[in-house]
């Protein structure tokens, strides 16, 4: 039985076709910088969906046109994926079905769990080079978004697109103000905060 996740990797890529015909690579590329801060593609799962798509007549597959290039003889011809109608219909039928919740796995949280049994200095590290992690981050998130509203500001799925962005930002300025509340719980602990286990 094919699970949830792989069956939404699928759906990912159709749905990342439907704002233009691309080849693997491009589609790739679009991962990064649009889902990829909540969903993620790699070129190992990515190949083996546009196969199954184009078995099952959601997406077609032809030979992308070199015009005005030169390509060496040795190269191998690349090839470009575009949803069909099929493909659209299946596409809208996933998106309103009910998404499956996983139970997420992070390794801060279970490092911070265990945090007792070393010196708190150490857990307090781990914290600090998270919050770092979600300020870079938050900088992404803004120059993402300046360069939705120029690169497609007129888009009908715009707004669609900024509401993932702004989950993204919430997100992780509410994990910013965590890791202030808990380094501040952590730098009111005694000086001797380490049990024996």
Not at 13 to 19: D, E, F, M, P
Not at 51 to 67: D, H, N
Not at 139 to 163: C, K, M, N, S
């Amino acid at each position: 039985m094919e699970s949830a996740s792989k069956k939404s990797s699928r759906f990912a890529i159709l749905g990342l076709l439907t704002n233009c015909p691309m080849s693997g690579y491009e589609i790739r590329r679009l991962v990064e910088w649009s889902i990829g801060q909540f969903w993620r593609e790699s070129f190992g799962q990515i190949y083996p969906a546009l196969s199954a798509l184009t078995a099952a007549g959601l997406i077609t597959r032809q030979p992308e046109s070199k015009t005005g290039k030169k390509e060496k003889a040795t190269s191998r011809p690349r090839h470009v994926y575009a949803i069909t109608e099929k493909g659209r219909h299946a596409l809208a039928e996933w998106v309103s079905s009910p998404f499956h919740v996983q139970v997420p796995r992070n390794e801060l949280l279970l490092k911070l769990f265990f945090g007792a049994t070393v010196p708190v200095v150490e857990s307090k590290a781990q914290i600090e080079r998270f919050r770092e992690m979600q300020v870079k981050s938050l900088e992404v998130f803004d120059a993402t978004e300046q360069r939705l509203h120029a690169e497609h500001g007129t888009d009908p799925q715009l707004p669609y697109w900024l509401i993932t962005l702004d989950y993204g930002k919430q997100t992780h300025r509410a994990l910013v103000a965590w890791c202030d509340a808990s380094l501040a719980t952590l730098n009111a602990l005694p000086p001797v905060s380490r049990r024996k286990v």
